[in-house]
């Protein structure tokens, strides 16, 4: 079955379609794209994002985002040939694990512009099945990155950090999966507030780079109980947002700096859940847009010595679109009615076949 991924994540970086075929347990990239989101729509997420926000707003959001996710599926079936499916992860307004979630971008819209039916709102039946919501990943990860003899850790650098331990040989309901902390949100949001709106992320680490580490402020953020909570546990835009920021300007420290202590905050809150997870010898499998960051991954190898750090590209899955493939195979997993939640992960009470289907 071919199948498209859409996924807009806490980044904001844009949209990310993935589309790929799956023959049974087999999952092949057939192609990805990704197309940025308009700065007004940026603008217009961050303005009801863990806010105060007017019903009239979220609910036209809802049905614009949905029409860009149409025009991003389309273009790319376009250029790589017709789906059968489309699995929409939709943009996070509010998470609170156990509790609620909610996740915009109508699917009744994008499947009546594609024609193709769409999987979509996944969370919400783990966190009634008494479950996190967060991650879903995990059990795409599993798929594919698990490995008979040697632990995996698989690492996604998103706006949220988060990462999937597999022990060799493991069966499902060994693997443990959680949140680790920030990991691009606070970095983007200091390096638009640096250049002036001009840019949407630290590209090449190079704010960070002519910074300097505030190690009275590290330290204090490293405080955080969140960091030696045991998982399940998950975080979001409500952690490391607006209020975040503002903590970190409270130390009056320049910009730069402030980039440079979020970016080794960001490596190193990984690296205590990694060596607290999988203590033993591993290989950490990294992806998503925080890879392409060299100042996060210099400071995440020198935290971890010990630990054989590659791209997921490296295991043949692009780094850039492993979230995209994996709601891809989530969708092809509710299509067919199995459930994909690895209540190991989110904590919840039994395994569920997640999301809602609009044919």
């Given at each position: 079955m071919r199948v498209a991924g859409v996924m807009s994540g806490t980044s904001l970086d844009g949209i990310d379609v993935a589309i790929v075929e799956i023959r049974g347990r087999r999952?092949?990239?057939?192609?990805?794209?990704?197309?940025?989101?308009?700065?007004?729509?940026?603008?217009?997420?961050?303005?009801?994002?863990?806010?105060?926000?007017?019903?009239?707003?979220l609910s036209r959001l809802n049905f614009q985002l949905a029409e860009l996710y149409a025009r991003a599926v389309l273009a790319?079936?376009?250029?790589?040939?017709?789906?059968?499916?489309?699995?929409?992860?939709?943009q996070t307004i509010f998470h609170e694990g156990r509790s609620n979630t909610l996740q915009i971008g109508e699917p009744a819209v994008l499947a009546?512009?594609?024609?193709?039916?769409v999987v979509a709102?996944?969370?919400?039946?783990?966190?009634?099945?008494?479950?996190?919501?967060?991650?879903?990943?995990?059990?795409?990860?599993?798929l594919l990155f698990r490995h008979p003899r040697r632990t995996r850790v698989a690492l996604n650098i998103g706006g949220i950090a988060n990462i999937t331990v597999i022990p060799g040989g493991c069966a499902p309901e060994d693997v443990v999966a959680f949140d680790t902390g920030p990991g691009n949100m606070a970095i983007d949001a200091l390096a638009r507030e640096f250049s002036g709106g001009k840019l949407n992320c630290d590209r090449g680490g190079k704010i960070a780079a002519s910074g300097k580490v505030n190690r009275t402020l590290l330290d204090d953020l490293l405080r955080d109980a969140y960091y030696r909570r045991k998982p399940p546990k998950s975080a979001g835009r409500e952690q490391y947002g607006v209020e975040f920021i503002a903590r970190l300007h409270q130390s009056a420290a320049p910009l730069?700096?402030?980039a440079a202590t979020a970016t080794v905050l960001t490596a190193a809150t990984i690296a205590i859940a990694v060596q607290r997870a999988a203590p033993g010898p591993a290989d950490l499998i990294a992806s998503g847009g925080g890879t392409h960051n060299p100042q996060i991954m210099a400071h995440l190898a020198g935290f971890l010595p010990g630990v054989d750090i590659s791209s997921s590209s490296d295991h043949g899955i692009d780094a850039d679109a492993k979230e995209a493939i994996a709601f891809a195979v989530l969708a092809h997993e509710t299509w067919r009615r199995r459930p994909s939640n690895l209540p190991s992960a989110t904590g919840a009470r039994r395994a569920v076949v997640l999301g809602t289907i609009t044919p």
């Open positions: 999952v092949e990239t057939i192609g990805f794209t990704s197309a940025p989101y308009p700065a007004a729509v940026r603008r217009a997420i961050l303005g009801v994002s863990n806010c105060p926000t007017h019903t009239a707003d790319a079936v376009k250029r790589y040939g017709q789906v059968e499916l489309i699995g929409c992860h939709g009546e512009r594609t024609g193709v039916p709102n996944f969370r919400a039946r783990d966190i009634a099945a008494g479950g996190q919501g967060a991650p879903l990943v995990p059990f795409v990860d599993y730069r700096d402030l």
